[in-house]
């Protein structure tokens, strides 16, 4: 058994026994968790339910977190980063660049060359790096924690592509600004789109593929619109996604120092290590969905993904004069980022 499976059959086996002795305990803090994906997503089932547990567990019972699902309570995706601002909810998890240039710092992780293909060193690289280099971003927010996914794959409706000549002219989505600037790097045309809008784009033709990881294949059934699942050499993949799950800071500042430290307990390090391998595995699981389900899985070559990184290595220099526009070290965050994902890479 790993240690994260460990954490997590603790986590299950003290919850059950809180719930045996359901209104014994009091409950004195309940919180909304509002997010964008079902609720038999990744984020949902193997993630944010086994945080809320551990939250719960760590607080003595004091604390209940309900989770709302597939924008269950009214809103579009961009939209979450506002609704906890304002206290419409008490927590979100989204996208960080569902709202571009709202959050700059984090986007160093998002970026090709940058991001290799490592979730849990780059999620501990983003804990290590928090207080000192990104939290300038979350105003109005109270950080539980940062975590990235697998990677940025390139999935197709129904064509092949290899290296950037084969992009030109093609119109694929994207979350994020800084993935916006991978596909014009490629020459083709970014459309932005939250995830829940992507199966129905891929079967209209209105996108010609995606970049996005394996992992969302299974609750989007993405093997149903495309046929060829793509990756570099050794899963190398061309940039990630930055997320975040925070609170409501108002909420947060009002909360008693105990029941703060259960939160901050249940989201350490060995938290933001354990998501990073629960995203490693769930984005096996979807190729190998794919796979059984007649799609083809190609892995370019060391060659074809160093024509790939050369082509996009402008991406890393686009940001850092975006960012450096803006105040920020860009190519100090750069070097930054790198050194710290290379300091917990296996």
Known sequence: MSGWTR??????????????????LAQEHTFKLHHFLSAKATAHAQMLEPWAKRVEVNSDGKVKIEIFPSMSLGGKPPELVQQARDGVVDLIWTVNGYTPGLFPRTEVFELPTVFVNDPVATNLAMSDMFEESLKDDF???????????AGQAIQMVDKEVRGPDDFRGLKMRT??????????????????????????????????????????????????QTE????????????????????????????????????????????????????????EFGIDLAVKSGNQHITLSEDETAVMNEALAPVVDRWIEEVSGKGI??????????????????
Do not use: C
């Not at 954490?7 to 014994?24: Q, Y």
């Not at 105003?139 to 996914?149: I, P, Q």
């Open 7 to 24: 954490v997590l059959a603790a986590a299950s086996i003290t919850g059950f026994a809180f719930a045996a002795i359901d209104g014994v």
């Open 228 to 283: 060829y699942q793509i990756e570099g050499s050794d899963k190398v993949r061309f940039g990630t996604t930055t997320f975040q799950v925070s609170m409501n800071k108002d909420r947060w500042d009002g909360l008693p120092a105990d029941i703060q430290q259960a939160f901050r307990d249940a989201s350490g390090p060995e938290w933001s290590a354990g998501i990073g391998e629960v995203w490693r595995g769930a984005d």
């Open 175 to 224: 979350p994020t600004r800084t993935g916006a600037w991978v596909i014009e790097a490629l020459g083709a045309t970014p459309i932005a789109m939250p995830v829940p809008a992507l199966p129905q784009a891929l079967s209209k033709k209105v996108v010609d593929g995606a970049f996005i990881p394996w992992e969302i294949i299974p609750p989007l059934k993405i093997q149903e």
């Open 329 to 346: 070290d860009g190519a100090g965050l750069v070097e930054a980022a790198r050194s710290a994902i290379a300091s917990h890479a296996n």
């Open 139 to 149: 105003k109005d927010l109270e950080v539980m924690f940062l975590h990235v996914h």
